[in-house]
């Protein structure tokens, strides 16, 4: 009904950026709620920001305020996440998630979504 595929994650330097793609088919990208969530080794999955609409209220987690940002383009059907002075306690798998809107967020636990991307591994080395 939903796919999510994501794309960008990689390796990186401490203090160094990546940009975190998410697009979306089988159903119509403006009618979906959408979040970023990470999970490292050995922890639970994380909020780390989420959005519903395109100039509508975005939310981040303390831990990456004011280094991420996270925005959609519509007429791609993409999600992004944008990610600068990355630090080692950054490094995890980072899945897009959606959910039909249907009620006024913001929608920050995992268990507010119906789907999830694949995943994808961002590592920060120093």
């Known amino acids: 009904q939903v796919q999510l595929v994501e794309s960008g994650g990689g390796l990186v330097q401490v203090g160094g950026s990546l940009r975190l793609s998410c697009a979306a088919s089988g159903r119509t990208f403006s009618n979906l709620a959408m979040g970023w969530f990470r999970q490292a080794p050995g922890k639970e999955r994380e909020f780390v920001a989420a959005?519903?609409?395109?100039?509508?209220?975005?939310n981040y987690a303390d831990s990456v305020n004011g280094r991420f940002t996270m925005y959609r383009d519509n007429a791609k059907s993409t999600l992004y996440l944008r990610m600068n002075s990355l630090k080692p306690e950054d490094t995890a798998v980072y899945y897009c998630a959606a959910r039909l809107l249907g009620q006024v967020g913001p929608h920050l636990s995992p268990d507010e979504y119906n789907y999830w991307g694949q995943g994808t591994q961002v590592t920060v080395s120093s």
């Open positions: 959005i519903s609409w395109i100039g509508g209220n975005t």
